[in-house]
């Protein structure tokens, strides 16, 4: 199963950063902590599951964990920062792509278009106009 790094991090996103959020200077260290607190939100549960697996990846984790740090001292454009190095971590390594996206809660994918005429679409099962001319012939 071939998985888009680019939508897989994007969808990812709001689980880490509610991790990072609700645990603040502390985020590594609780994902470091393999002891799930039971009272934990499941958003931030799936979120620091995602993130210990994505610092499980030798080659990425120094630079994610300063990704999070930013993300946790409020730097400006941190999120954006975040979500390509989790997205850089992801392209070079389809495994890890895989195992990410496998944790995303079902119906978590989420299509996005934007500009004149842009339209998105999960599933289709008939016609798309978005065209103000377009004619249609059965």
């Not at 001292?73 to 971590?89: N, P, T």
């Not at 299509?111 to 106009?129: D, L």
């Amino acid at each position: 199963m071939d998985v888009d790094a680019a939508q897989t991090a994007a969808a990812v996103m709001p689980y880490v950063t509610a991790a990072v959020t609700t645990y603040g200077m502390s985020t590594l260290d609780r994902i470091r902590d393999t002891a799930v607190d039971k009272a934990t939100d499941a958003t931030v549960g799936v979120g620091q599951r995602m993130l210990n697996r994505l610092l499980g990846r030798e080659e990425s984790r120094e630079i994610l964990e300063g990704a999070v740090l930013d993300v946790v001292a409020g730097e400006q454009d941190s999120e954006s920062a975040l979500r390509l190095q989790i997205r850089k971590a992801l392209a070079a390594d389809p495994e890890l792509a895989q195992d990410v996206a496998a944790m995303l809660p079902a119906g978590s994918v989420h299509n996005e278009a934007s500009g004149a005429g842009a339209i998105a679409i999960g599933t289709n099962s008939g016609i798309a106009n978005t065209g103000a001319n377009a004619s249609f012939h059965r």
